[in-house]
Every structure is written in structure tokens, then in C-alpha cells.
């Protein structure tokens, strides 16, 4: 079993940052990709940023030159640093993992974090 689990959300006024922590565990063999992706109240989940195993980085363009994603292998961890906070980056924060475990592979989804932007 995969579990993944988000922390680093929290209420921050327009022009600030955050950064979000993502960390997944178990029976993992490798992690083949992470991402973060937001849902707002009354709209779609979009997809923000993406990471590959090898590095390869992918944005929504509505964040790129804010949001910064990186990970730490030794920890099975990612990170979404978001700078130049704007009210409309409010949403619901998903992490997500596509990983290859003993028992196959996962692309599993963490609960959820929110992130409100305002003054």
C-alpha cells in the first residue's frame, strides 16, 4: 500500500509564500513522477506542477515564474515553493505520486491541503 501525504498549507496574504511538503511511503520500489494539483471552490482540479524521477520539470502556466517544484529522493518527498502569492492560487492543494511498488504500480492521491490567499 502507498500512502501520500501533504503538509506546509495555511492562510498567507497576497505577495507571500508558502511552501508545500508532499512525502510518500510504503512499499515503494521507485517513484516514476510527482505533482501537485488545486482545486478551487466551484471549479475543475488543475493540474499545477510535475516532476519526473530523472528530474524533468512541467508548470501550468498560470504559476510558472512562482511556483518552484523540487524533490528529495533520499526522502520520497516533494516540495512546491509558491511565491508571488495572488488570491486566486486559493484552492485545495492534491499531491500526487505515481510510484512502482512490490505490489505494481500506484498513481495514488494524497487528501488534500488548503491554501487561502488573502488579505
Known amino acids: 500500500q502507498v500512502q501520500v501525504v501533504e503538509s506546509g498549507g495555511g492562510l498567507v496574504q497576497p505577495g507571500g509564500s508558502l511552501r508545500l511538503s508532499c512525502t510518500v511511503s510504503g512499499s515503494i520500489v521507485s517513484i516514476i513522477a510527482m505533482g501537485w494539483a488545486r482545486q478551487a471552490p466551484g471549479k475543475q482540479r488543475e493540474s499545477v506542477a510535475a516532476?519526473?524521477?530523472?528530474?524533468?520539470?512541467d508548470y501550468a502556466d498560470s504559476v510558472k515564474g512562482r511556483f518552484t517544484i523540487s524533490r528529495d529522493n533520499a526522502k520520497n518527498t516533494v516540495y512546491l515553493q509558491m511565491n508571488s502569492l495572488k488570491p486566486e492560487d486559493t484552492a485545495v492543494y492534491y499531491c500526487n505520486a505515481k510510484v512502482l511498488a512490490m505490489m505494481g504500480t500506484f498513481n495514488n492521491w494524497g487528501q488534500g491541503i488548503q491554501v487561502t490567499v488573502s488579505s
Open positions: 516532476i519526473t524521477s530523472g528530474g524533468s520539470t
